[in-house]
Nanobody, 115 residues
Framework: QVQLVESGGGLVEPGGSLRLSCAASGIMLKAYTMHWYRQGPGKQRELIANIFSDGVSYYDDSVKGRFTVSRDDVKNTMYLQMNSLKPEDTAVYYC?????????WGQGTQVTVSS
C-alpha cells in the first residue's frame, strides 16, 4: 500500500520550533519531488516547500529562512524543520507527491502557534 503519514504537529508558542515528519511506505521518496503544503483556517491550501530528487529545495517567501525541508533516504522520511514560528503559520500541514499521475496526500498534521 502506497501512503504518506505526517506527524510532529502540535501547539507551540510564537518564536518556537517544531519538526514535522512525512513517512512514506510503498514508494521511495528519493525518486520523487516531494512537497509540503499547508492550509490555514479559512484559507486555500498553499505550497510552501519542495525537495527534488537531487536534494535541491525550494521555499515560498512566507517561510524562507525559517523552515528547512530535508530527507532521510534510509528512513524514507521527509522532514520540515520549522523555526521562529508565527501565529500565521497555524495550519494543517500536508506532504504530497505525484505518484503515477495521481496526487498522493498524507492525512495532515495540525500546527497551532499561539501564546
Amino acid at each position: 500500500q502506497v501512503q504518506l503519514v505526517e506527524s510532529g504537529g502540535g501547539l507551540v508558542e510564537p518564536g518556537g520550533s517544531l519538526r514535522l515528519s512525512c513517512a512514506a511506505s510503498g514508494i521511495m521518496l528519493k525518486a520523487y519531488t516531494m512537497h509540503w503544503y499547508r492550509q490555514g483556517p479559512g484559507k486555500q491550501r498553499e505550497l510552501i516547500a519542495n525537495i527534488f530528487s537531487d536534494g535541491v529545495s525550494y521555499y515560498d517567501d512566507s517561510v524562507k529562512g525559517r523552515f528547512t525541508v530535508s530527507r532521510d533516504d534510509v528512513k524514507n522520511t521527509m522532514y520540515l524543520q520549522m523555526n521562529s514560528l508565527k501565529p500565521e503559520d497555524t495550519a494543517v500541514y500536508y506532504c504530497n507527491t505525484i505518484y503515477k499521475t495521481q496526487n498522493l496526500w498524507g492525512q495532515g498534521t495540525q500546527v497551532t502557534v499561539s501564546s
